[in-house]
């Protein structure tokens, strides 16, 4: 397999970016939540370098009650039972 790609300039939100296939990423040996520096050479080619820095990843499975256990708004559908506020109509 090829290490070389063609990939389409998106916008994406207030920025612009490329997907990066797969293949790319592992002959580059870049993975999922490594950074890196770009950088524009003298001939105008964007440059992708390695940043020394700790990978993102979750260490441990958290579960839905420990993530919510110091919630105290209201429950996921739980009925309001106050008074009306605004221009809404409750029949």
């Given at each position: 397999?090829?290490?070389?790609?063609?990939?389409?300039?998106?916008?994406?939100?207030?920025?612009?970016?490329?997907?990066?296939?797969?293949?790319?990423?592992?002959?580059?040996?870049?993975?999922?939540?490594?950074?890196?520096?770009?950088?524009?050479?003298?001939k105008g080619r964007i440059v992708l370098d390695h940043k020394?820095?700790?990978?993102?990843?979750?260490?441990?499975?958290?579960?839905?009650?420990?993530?919510?256990?110091?919630?105290?708004?209201?429950?996921?559908?739980?009925?309001?039972?106050?008074?009306?506020?605004g221009a809404e109509v409750v029949e």
């Amino acid at each position: 397999m090829s290490d070389t790609a063609e990939a389409t300039l998106t916008k994406w939100g207030n920025s612009q970016g490329f997907i990066i296939p797969r293949h790319v990423c592992a002959a580059a040996n870049f993975r999922v939540g490594d950074c890196a520096i770009i950088n524009v050479d003298d001939k105008g080619r964007i440059v992708l370098d390695h940043k020394k820095s700790p990978r993102y990843a979750r260490r441990r499975v958290v579960s839905i009650e420990e993530l919510s256990s110091g919630w105290q708004g209201g429950k996921a559908g739980e009925e309001w039972c106050g008074s009306d506020v605004g221009a809404e109509v409750v029949e």
